[in-house]
């Protein structure tokens, strides 16, 4: 399995993001995506995640300003991000589940947000 993400970069504070991964190779249903955090000296969290069936779950620190969604079509799972402070500063891994509870990790993407 095999997950590629992209979208990541040097914003200024205030400003928005879009990141994208697409998910290719899994033989078995996919059942949650999501996207995780690390920030350098901290430990990795959740961001947000989302299941097949269509249901959001964000961490409290990016609710009402991220927004995960995804494409069933292409596996893939999108994260805007507006409103960014440097909070938001880390290394973004998105995250699939699939329906034997396999989970995968995807490389990472930085995310820079200056002030």
């Known amino acids: 399995v095999q997950l590629q993400a992209s979208g990541g970069g040097l914003v200024q504070a205030g400003g928005s993001l879009r990141l994208s991964c697409a998910a290719s190779?899994?033989?078995?249903?996919?059942?949650?995506m999501g996207w995780y955090r690390q920030a350098p000296g901290k430990q990795r969290e959740v961001v947000a995640t989302?299941?097949?069936?269509?249901?959001?779950n964000y961490a409290d620190s990016v609710k009402g300003r991220f927004t995960i969604s995804k494409d069933n079509g292409k596996s893939t799972v999108f994260l805007q991000m507006n409103s960014l402070t440097p909070e938001d500063t880390a290394v973004y891994y998105c995250?699939?589940?699939?329906?034997?509870?396999?989970?995968?990790w995807g490389q990472g993407t930085l995310v820079t947000v200056s002030s």
């Open positions: 995250v699939i589940d699939t329906r034997i509870a396999e989970r995968y």
């Open positions: 989302i299941t097949l069936g269509g249901s959001t």
């Open positions: 190779g899994s033989r078995f249903r996919i059942t949650l």
